[in-house]
């Protein structure tokens, strides 16, 4: 039982779109994408918000 769970874990695919976005562009791009392939979709999401004044000087 352990092993025939074991060998279908090994070809069992997991995806997952990672993304980071500050406008919200990368963020639908993501999202269709995670759709699209059957992905988890899993926002990176800094610790310190950027904020717009910081966003402007990159
Ligand atoms: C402050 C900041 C830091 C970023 N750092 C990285 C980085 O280290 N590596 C990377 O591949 N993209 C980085 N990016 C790009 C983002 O991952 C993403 O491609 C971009 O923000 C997309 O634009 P959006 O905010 O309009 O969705 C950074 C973007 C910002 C605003």
Redesign the pocket.
Known sequence: MESHCMTRCMYMSRKLVA???????????AEHLAEAIGADLFE?I?KVR?TNE??IL?
């Open positions: 993304y980071f976005s500050a406008s919200g562009h990368t963020a639908k791009v990176i800094p950027y910081c966003l990159l």
